[in-house]
């Protein structure tokens, strides 16, 4: 578990975008018993019965409003809000992006929006780049974690530079979360080996050939690269080291 603005969460974070049918979002929750489910605001209003929102709460997750396809302060700052009234959180996951190719944050309206969200009482859990000067901006504006990206959106390529999570994660004294890149569940492990707090995956489920069997595998991957973490990881050298003593050898 970690404590995110005073609320314990399961480590496994999850998005519901490409996911096909409302049964196959009931059991790929059920198989990754995530913390927070994020919705997009932009494509999700509907909380009448039937509805993707109805489907979450009978599930009993907690949802995670986020402002995915915003391409400026502004924009983002009105989403979070009509995500409010239409879902009654104060939460939201913030995306700035600076366009619709690279979907990278832009890490300038993404400070703006965040200090305007928290003066307005919102828990602000910001997408941002691996850039530890960036995090610690967030950080002083008041959100409540910064979420860096391993890498692009939907690439699938894993985190592309291992010391920028590191780095992020020696900067801020909040909880990191890795967003974006994920590829399979080794990877999520990693995060959790950098320092991670958290991990939310998205594509790598919903895009996957059997999206419950990779959200139970990236479940058990959060939770083994955590006790990793913990348990201490041996220090790399660059000379072998023998197991056992090389004294006491039979025939020597």
């Given at each position: 578990?970690?404590?995110?603005?005073?609320?314990?969460?399961?480590?496994?974070w999850?998005?519901?975008?490409g996911l096909?049918?409302?049964?196959?979002v009931?059991?790929?929750?059920?198989?990754?018993r995530?913390?927070?489910?994020?919705?997009?605001?932009?494509?999700?209003?509907?909380?009448?019965?039937?509805?993707?929102l109805?489907?979450?709460?009978?599930?009993?997750?907690?949802?995670?409003?986020?402002?995915a396809?915003?391409?400026?302060?502004?924009?983002?700052?009105?989403t979070?809000?009509?995500?409010?009234?239409?879902l009654?959180?104060d939460?939201?996951?913030?995306?700035?992006?600076?366009?619709?190719?690279?979907?990278?944050?832009?890490?300038?309206e993404?400070?703006e929006?965040?200090?305007?969200?928290?003066?307005?009482?919102?828990?602000?859990?910001p997408?941002?780049t691996?850039?530890?000067?960036?995090?610690?901006?967030?950080?002083?504006?008041?959100?409540?974690?910064?979420?860096?990206?391993?890498?692009?959106?939907?690439?699938?390529?894993?985190i592309?530079?291992?010391?920028?999570?590191?780095?992020?994660?020696?900067?801020?004294?909040?909880?990191v979360?890795?967003?974006?890149?994920?590829?399979?569940?080794?990877?999520?492990?990693?995060?959790?080996?950098l320092?991670?707090?958290?991990?939310?995956?998205?594509?790598?489920?919903?895009?996957?050939?059997d999206p419950?069997?990779?959200?139970?595998?990236?479940?058990?991957?959060?939770?083994?690269?955590?006790?990793?973490?913990?348990?201490?990881?041996?220090p790399r050298?660059?000379t072998?080291?023998a197991?056992?003593p090389?004294?006491?050898?039979?025939?020597?």
């Amino acid at each position: 578990m970690l404590e995110v603005a005073g609320v314990q969460l399961a480590p496994l974070w999850l998005g519901t975008g490409g996911l096909t049918s409302l049964e196959t979002v009931r059991r790929v929750v059920e198989a990754a018993r995530p913390g927070l489910v994020t919705v997009s605001v932009r494509r999700t209003s509907d909380t009448g019965t039937g509805s993707l929102l109805a489907t979450l709460r009978d599930l009993g997750v907690q949802v995670l409003p986020n402002t995915a396809g915003c391409l400026g302060a502004q924009e983002a700052v009105l989403t979070a809000e009509l995500a409010r009234e239409a879902l009654g959180t104060d939460w939201v996951k913030l995306e700035v992006i600076g366009d619709e190719v690279s979907l990278l944050p832009d890490v300038v309206e993404l400070v703006e929006a965040a200090e305007t969200l928290v003066a307005r009482g919102f828990t602000v859990l910001p997408y941002t780049t691996g850039d530890p000067v960036v995090a610690r901006r967030l950080v002083d504006v008041g959100c409540a974690a910064v979420m860096p990206l391993g890498s692009p959106i939907g690439s699938g390529r894993g985190i592309a530079d291992p010391h920028t999570i590191e780095a992020v994660r020696a900067a801020v004294d909040v909880p990191v979360v890795l967003d974006a890149g994920i590829g399979t569940a080794s990877e999520a492990a990693h995060a959790m080996e950098l320092g991670c707090d958290a991990v939310l995956v998205a594509t790598a489920v919903t895009r996957a050939e059997d999206p419950v069997a990779m959200a139970r595998a990236m479940s058990l991957a959060v939770e083994s690269g955590q006790l990793a973490r913990r348990a201490g990881r041996i220090p790399r050298r660059e000379t072998a080291r023998a197991s056992s003593p090389m004294r006491g050898r039979v025939g020597r």
